[in-house]
């Protein structure tokens, strides 16, 4: 890190300290599901049945898809992941990371460029391999990746970890315009971060000045019913995307 500080903000150090923060996290998903279950207890000598939420962590490994995905494009991992995603979106993201190290939030990146293969094996609900911000063909492919995915690793467990993230995505949400980056999907893909004078923020977040902050049918691709829409509003648990 001392050698980093002394770095002047050149893109070689840019990626240098892009791929510190790439290389200490776990790539590992974590995703938090709050679930009901009825449970009996007694009262004043009566029995009652009552709902109670219990939240539990999934995990799903994905260590082997970044380095599957760059032996297959003939680079090193690093070359791949940071050396694929847009320069000026790398600047940014390097301030926004700096500025969360600062406030003692240990920033990780678990994703950067991603090209068709490496989006083809990705799981969870998912851009199509060839449309992906992170770097799909039809957004310009290598060198024009223009998302990462960001968490925290601070914490012993991991879900430490995922409380962790919780408050580094709310930082970026107070903070993240002033080093012009975002979270295009808020919870839909809460670890997802974009430039925010880019395409998928503006149409996913463009009009929110002017909206209301409730969930809006529009925003549920496929979805129109309202009874699916209250359900939407009701879950807290995270989509995969890796």
Not at 106 to 129: C, E, H, M, N, V
Request: aromatic residues 8%; contains cysteine; proline residues 3%.
């Amino acid at each position: 890190m001392e050698t980093l500080d002394e770095c002047p903000v050149s893109e070689i150090c840019i990626d240098r300290y892009l791929w510190s923060r790439y290389e200490r996290t776990p790539k590992v998903d974590t995703t938090k599901v709050v679930e009901q279950i009825k449970v009996t207890v007694k009262k004043n000598g009566k029995t009652h049945t009552i709902t109670k939420k219990t939240t539990k962590y999934v995990e799903e490994d994905f260590t082997w898809k970044d380095p599957k995905a760059a032996e297959k494009a003939g680079m090193s991992i690093k070359d791949y992941v940071i050396g694929g995603m847009d320069r000026n979106f790398k600047l940014k993201l390097y301030h926004a990371l700096r500025a969360l190290d600062d406030a003692g939030l240990a920033p990780g990146i678990t994703s950067g460029f991603r090209d068709d293969y490496r989006q083809s094996i990705a799981s969870g609900l998912k851009a199509s391999s060839n449309s992906s911000y992170h770097g799909g063909s039809l957004r310009g492919g290598y060198g024009h990746g223009l998302a990462a995915d960001v968490v925290s690793v601070k914490g012993e467990t991991r879900s430490e970890q995922f409380r962790a993230s919780e408050d580094l995505w709310k930082w970026i949400d107070a903070h993240g315009k002033d080093f012009g980056v975002g979270r295009p999907y808020l919870d839909k893909d809460p670890a997802h971060v974009a430039p925010i004078d880019g395409k998928e923020y503006a149409a996913k977040r463009g009009g929110e000045a002017k909206k209301s902050h409730r969930v809006s049918v529009r925003d549920v691709p496929g979805t129109t019913d309202r009874a699916k829409l209250s359900k939407l509003r009701s879950s807290e648990a995270f989509t995969t995307r890796y």
